[in-house]
């Protein structure tokens, strides 16, 4: 998405006219405010001027109300922006957040594991309230900015031409240096990023290579390497603020001389600049400048909110039609998935309700299988089908109301075991919750007993049968589970594997288990799926639902 994508994604989201409504009040505020104080200069220096005079005859009221008039229309300009922006501001991130989270359930499996390490809260909370501001803290102020600074250049041209076409040089070269400041900003920022980035780096690999640096002797020479980013941090964010100091020091400068110019070129014409105009063109000018002052970080902004939505646009990107993406699904080669090096084909039918078991010693590829049916790791050769669709094609919503993965260390919420179970079964009720812990051997948890950060207050067994109850309330057609009875007592484990296809007798069951596990079970399973050996080397996945038996998966 281009540098013009914030607004495209804004566009797309939320109507025009509440983000053009903003527009006004802030640009009225903002002319208001100029003009109070343009003509409360030229008021107070008037006073003086006749009051040194010795005139009696000139009347102070209606400037007096003037400049009352405008502080009160600016006083209530400024609330009512307020209102205005945060009203925009809200209606804005609840239609994105919308938006963008039915654009998460459109991503395929794959895709939305790349998202699991936080990556996507973060886009609908931080990316999309920088987008969704982008009226109230960019758009607004610089229509503002722009309109004043427009006006106040036609009353000089209007009062003087050669007045006027100085000012128009000085505000020139304030664009030039504010493009300029914006930019060198920017760069020490993106240097000041990246020095964070290495010391966290370098931070986070000390402390997991604690131990080990310490029986190396090394600890030292950590400590250095840390004490370097540290000190290259802190040099990256001096420089950083130094060039957004530099910025704004030469923008003053060119305030202060646009200033000048104006009361020298005016005082110059007298009598036919009073002295009083001229301290109202003085004024004015001031106003204008300390507006444009604040273009470098208006431009900041609209670049951080630009780099949001290319982030968001994966999420923004518009829903394909069915037919359409079943076509483009079915265009798609079907070939082997190669698990193992070796030249044999295993050809093997899973089919719901049934129990299917995946085994194999360690690294022979049991997890990388159940990742391939449930879409979430790639096939490099080969296609995983749903329904002769490759479920790499599916969206991940769709994927999931067919198949559900329960991974050797799935997700849990810091939040209490209820909240845990119910992500899958939202209206699920107390006696639902209990009877699906008790499937698991978890009778004893409190539903509203707290997990801790990611199931940190529950063992490795209990975060494992917490994550396998919780897959149990959505009763999928296919359910694969990786490595359930690992860390597990053998009661506790044939109790596990036996409630199983109780709870769920039309789900086809597909276990990855080690060799030493299978005497586990209490009836003998579909079909047993050995992984590591030479007669099983090239894969062809494939999961279709069948009118009479639920879902079928298919291992060839």
């Known amino acids: 998405m281009k540098r013009t994508g914030a607004w495209r994604l804004l566009r797309v989201a939320v109507p025009r006219r509440p983000l053009l409504t903003g527009l006004l009040p802030a640009t009225a505020a903002e002319l208001s ?24 005859t ?29 009203q925009t501001l809200l209606t804005s991130s609840v239609a994105l957040r919308s938006r963008l989270a039915r654009g998460a359930a459109r991503l395929t499996p794959r895709e939305l594991r790349g998202q699991r390490d936080g990556a996507l809260l973060a886009r609908l909370t931080t990316d999309v309230e920088t987008v969704a501001g982008l009226p109230a803290n960019v758009f607004a102020p610089l229509v503002a900015a722009v309109t004043t600074a427009c006006l106040v250049e036609i009353l000089l041209l209007w009062a003087m031409p050669l007045l006027g076409a100085a000012e128009l040089v000085v505000w020139g070269a304030g664009l030039v240096w504010a493009r300029r400041a914006y930019r060198l900003a920017r760069a020490r920022l993106a240097t000041a990023a990246e020095a964070r980035a290495a010391l966290r780096t370098t931070l986070l690999g000390s402390q997991a290579a604690f131990n080990e640096l310490r029986c190396l002797d090394a600890v030292p020479q950590a400590q250095r390497t840390a004490t370097t980013a540290v000190t290259a941090v802190e040099s990256a964010e001096w420089a950083a603020a130094r060039a957004e100091r ?16 104006v009361l020298v070129i005016g005082l110059g014409a007298a009598p036919a600049q009073p002295v009083a105009v001229v301290v109202g063109e003085v004024l004015l000018m001031a106003a204008g400048w300390e507006l444009l002052e604040r273009l470098p970080w208006l431009l900041q902004y609209r670049a951080q909110a630009g780099e949001a939505a290319e982030r968001l646009a994966p999420l923004a990107a518009e829903e394909r039609p069915a037919g359409r993406q ?4 079915r265009s798609v080669a079907t070939v082997g998935l190669p698990l193992l090096a070796t030249s044999a084909t295993l050809t093997t039918t899973l089919r719901g309700p049934g129990l299917v078991l995946v085994t194999g010693s360690n690294g022979s590829g049991k997890s990388t299988l159940l990742g391939q049916l449930a879409g979430r790791l790639p096939a490099p050769a080969g296609t995983v089908l749903l329904d002769g669709t490759p479920v790499h094609e599916l969206p991940a919503r769709t994927a999931a109301q067919t198949v559900t993965l329960v991974e050797a260390d799935d997700w849990l919420a810091d939040d209490t075991v209820a909240a845990n179970l119910r992500q899958a079964a939202p209206s699920a009720d107390d006696a639902a919750l209990r009877a699906a812990l008790e499937a698991v051997g978890l009778s004893a948890l409190p539903l509203d007993a707290s997990v801790g950060p990611g199931g940190r207050l529950l063992s490795q067994g209990q975060r494992r049968r917490l994550a396998t109850a919780r897959a149990v309330l959505r009763r999928p057609p296919v359910l694969l589970l990786d490595e359930p009875t690992a860390g597990l007592d053998r009661p506790t484990a044939e109790a596990l594997l036996a409630a199983l296809p109780r709870m769920l007798p039309e789900t086809a069951l597909v276990i990855a288990v080690q060799e030493q596990d299978l005497d586990l079970l ?6 047993v799926v050995r992984l ?16 009479d038996r639920g879902a079928a998966v298919r291992v060839r």
């Open 58 to 86: 000139w009347s102070w009221m209606y400037p007096s109300g003037a400049v009352r008039t405008l502080a009160l229309a600016r006083t209530g300009l400024r609330y009512l922006e307020r209102l205005v922006n945060h």
């Open 532 to 547: 590591g050996e030479a007669s099983a080397a090239c894969h062809r996945v494939g999961v279709s639902r069948s009118a």
């Open 33 to 56: 405010g100029v003009a109070l104080l343009g003509v409360s200069g030229w008021f107070l220096t008037t006073c003086a001027v006749v009051t040194l005079q010795g005139i009696t």
């Open 326 to 329: 079943r076509e483009a699904a």
């Open 522 to 527: 209490d009836r003998a399973p579909t079909a």
């Open 246 to 261: 530099l910025g704004r020091l030469g923008l003053r400068l060119l305030a202060a001389l646009g200033q000048a110019s």
